[in-house]
């Protein structure tokens, strides 16, 4: 992802349940790709992280590629 992508609209489509027999997805649209990247890192759980799925100008990252995106010297929010 390039600096300007985190600027971008996304979406996130991940699972909070912790009990792995639900089949519950939830979808969240950001304004900001960086702030959907925040979300997922600070918000959700490991595993829900390992499940989920951003989409930004029809780029798909799943799981663990979101992390790197959060590390990255482009990213341009206050980490925790």
């Known amino acids: 992802?390039?600096?300007k992508q985190y600027t971008t609209e996304a979406a996130l489509y991940f699972s909070k349940a912790a009990n792995s027999h639900s089949k519950s997805l939830n979808f969240r649209r950001f304004e900001?790709?960086?702030e959907a990247?925040?979300?997922a890192v600070e918000e959700l759980t490991p595993k829900a992280l390992a499940g989920c799925s951003l989409e930004v100008d029809e780029q798909h990252f799943f799981?663990?590629?979101i992390r790197p995106l959060y590390d990255s010297e482009d990213y341009p929010l206050r980490r925790r």
Do not use: C, K, V, Y
């Open 1 to 3: 992802m390039d600096a």
């Open 32 to 34: 900001h790709a960086s």
């Open 37 to 39: 990247i925040r979300f």
């Open 63 to 65: 799981g663990r590629e």
